[in-house]
């Protein structure tokens, strides 16, 4: 669709436009272009049937920002809704569609750097050791968890996995993450075998897994959602009576932690996570040192 087709076209069909081009220049995952659909929707609710997102005034999205601090939302969802309109508006002025970008003044709101949650290493060994390997289903939860902890996968990228990118004879994954951005990450011994385990009992009841479309199935055949597998490792947290909140980027988090607590470089933890820029992994060395100051004081004879 043409600058003139688009100037004379709907606001949905604009909008489409708009994520249709950020998806093929940026490579952004379904998740994150139904987050900005989500977003930009939410404020041309709020605008009414009678104005424009795409011609909305600066002053008018000051409004609506100060709308949604009365309404007490959080700073970091008030981020990503303007990232979404900042994306937006500034694709408009590119493709002529108009010639201000009504976001530039807009400042961001003040986010804090909350620690990642993590697991100490005795709690990963309990929630790995939890399910019952002499189900299938046990086996295949354990190799998840296997991989998700050796791998430092987000949970995307485990259950988006196929056997062709796991590479037994070099021990290694074949990642695709955020931007379709592909990356090698080490298996390790454990993971490795459990693995193999999976792949070869696993096979007879999962055609899906046998004919190599997912690595991890659901109990229907089909890969496996995000929301299945967060279920599943909520589960096992309640099995062994850990009381904090637990995720599958729980294990990411424990992944770099205690890389970072056996003396990883920071550029290898960041190559591993997949981060495309090092502030992000950065945060990981509060963790470790709160970590290590932690067991000074309560090691050193005059900690």
């Not at 009365?70 to 990503?80: D, L, N």
């Not at 096992?236 to 995720?247: A, E, K, N």
């Not at 980027?249 to 591993?272: C, I």
Request: proline share 6%; glycine share 8%.
């Amino acid at each position: 669709m043409g600058p003139h087709d688009l100037a004379s076209a709907p606001d949905g069909e604009r909008i489409d436009a708009f994520l249709h081009d950020l998806w093929l220049q940026r490579g952004l995952s379904e998740h994150t272009r139904n987050a900005y659909r989500s977003d930009l929707a939410a404020v041309q609710r709020w605008l009414g049937p009678d104005q424009s997102l795409p011609k909305v005034e600066r002053s008018t999205l000051f409004a609506y920002l100060a709308a949604r601090f009365e309404q007490g939302y959080k700073p970091r969802s008030t981020a990503r809704l303007l990232s979404a309109l900042r994306a937006f508006f500034r694709w408009q002025v590119e493709r002529g569609l108009r010639e201000d970008d009504p976001t530039r003044e807009l400042a961001s709101p003040r986010l804090g750097r909350p620690l990642p949650g993590s697991l100490s290493e005795a709690e990963v060994e309990a929630l790995l050791a939890a399910p019952d390997v002499t189900t299938l289903l046990g086996l295949r939860d354990r190799t998840m968890l296997e991989v998700l902890y050796a791998c430092g996968l987000r949970v995307s990228e485990l259950v988006s996995l196929t056997p062709a990118m796991v590479n037994l004879r070099q021990g290694a994954l074949r990642v695709l993450g955020k931007g379709q951005k592909e990356r090698l990450v080490p298996l390790g011994e454990e993971a490795h075998q459990w693995i193999r385990r999976w792949v070869e009992e696993g096979s007879a009841q999962w055609p899906a897994l046998a004919q190599g479309a997912v690595l991890f199935p659901s109990q229907q055949g089909r890969p496996m959602t995000r929301q299945t597998f967060w279920h599943r490792i909520k589960r096992y947290g309640q099995q062994i009576g850990l009381q904090r909140p637990l995720s599958p980027h729980t294990l990411r988090h424990a992944f770099a932690t205690h890389l970072l607590n056996h003396g990883a470089d920071l550029r290898v933890v960041q190559l591993l996570l997949g981060h495309a820029d090092l502030s992000t992994t950065q945060i990981y060395t509060h963790v470790a040192r709160a970590r290590l100051q932690a067991l000074h004081a309560e090691h050193h004879p005059r900690g």
